[in-house]
């Protein structure tokens, strides 16, 4: 994970060509049977969870959830393609299946935001284990796609940035859920936002979009971002704990988001 990478794909990763590629026959087709199969697993999730929600709650579930989820997966799948490019691979790889399923599995987490509230008010314990049961399995699967695509060889400028990029959209998803419940304040969309933020702010400062060296702290104030918010996510984080534990993973955050724009504004190319 690389939460302040802005450049080029192949500087996402270190590695790679400098432009992208036409993606071979091979690998379109393999990337579209994966996109296929996520899609189908996507939307036999969405409706169990449809099934789950109007049990536990007694309501009907939101068309918002419908939309939120297949929104986000048709923005994830569109972007993916486009991406294939970048990918130096005849073959899509082990580790960018469990990835794209990883995206699936975020989009289907995006689809719970209109209810984050209500299962709050309601205290619906089961559903919110399930939320965070879900969102810890997606954290686990972000150190599988890495090993996979060290053990099979097909490690790309594509898979990296792909693996990035649904680390960001899983913070954000689980920030805003937790912003909507109500249980810690805004601030909680510092831990989901910033990383967009650093890409608007690259697009009007030149030195944001050099590349960064490689970082164990960098990878271990993600973890900690994420192992963050789901605890806060989970039934057994309560306030004051919770805002406790969200200050504190935002200012490490913080911090490490400063150390890097520091580092690339003192070695920007003279």
């Known amino acids: 994970m690389n939460h302040a990478s802005v450049t080029a794909p192949e500087?996402?990763?270190?590695?790679?060509?400098?432009?992208?590629?036409?993606?071979?026959?091979?690998?379109?087709r393999q990337a579209l049977i994966c996109f296929s199969l996520a899609t189908v697993v996507l939307l036999a999730a969405m409706a169990s969870m449809q099934i789950l929600v109007s049990e536990a709650l007694g309501t009907v579930p939101s068309v918002k959830m419908f939309l939120l989820s297949c929104g986000m997966w048709a923005a994830i799948t569109a972007l993916s393609w486009r991406g294939?490019?970048?990918h130096e691979h005849a073959v899509f790889g082990p580790a960018?299946?469990?990835?794209?399923?990883?995206?699936?599995?975020?989009?289907?987490?995006?689809?719970?935001?209109?209810?984050?509230?209500?299962?709050?008010?309601?205290?619906?314990?089961?559903?919110?284990?399930?939320a965070t049961a879900f969102a810890i399995v997606l954290l686990a699967l972000d150190g599988v796609d890495g090993y996979l695509a060290?053990?099979?060889?097909?490690?790309?400028?594509?898979?990296?940035?792909?693996?990035?990029?649904?680390?960001a959209l899983l913070a954000?998803?689980?920030?805003?859920?937790?912003?909507?419940?109500?249980?810690?304040?805004?601030?909680?969309?510092?831990l989901g936002i910033m990383r967009y933020v650093f890409l608007l702010a690259a697009l009007q400062a030149a030195p944001l979009r050099g590349k960064l060296y490689p970082s164990w702290r960098r990878?271990?104030?993600?973890?900690?971002?994420?192992?963050?918010?789901?605890?806060?996510l989970s039934p057994v984080v309560e306030p004051p704990l919770s805002a406790v534990l969200g200050q504190t993973a935002l200012v490490l955050l913080s911090m490490s988001f400063a150390r890097d724009v520091l580092w690339l504004y003192q070695h920007q190319p003279r």
């Open 219 to 232: 990878k271990t104030v993600c973890v900690i971002q994420l192992a963050t918010l789901c605890a806060i």
């Open 172 to 190: 954000l998803v689980i920030s805003v859920f937790i912003w909507l419940s109500g249980e810690v304040g805004m601030w909680i969309l510092g």
């Open 96 to 130: 960018n299946i469990v990835t794209m399923f990883r995206a699936a599995g975020t989009a289907l987490l995006a689809g719970s935001l209109p209810l984050a509230e209500q299962l709050l008010n309601q205290q619906s314990t089961q559903l919110l284990w399930l």
């Open 150 to 167: 060290r053990i099979s060889g097909i490690a790309s400028v594509f898979g990296a940035r792909l693996d990035m990029e649904i680390d």
């Open 84 to 86: 294939l490019g970048w």
């Open 11 to 28: 500087e996402a990763s270190g590695q790679g060509p400098n432009t992208a590629a036409t993606p071979g026959t091979q690998l379109r």
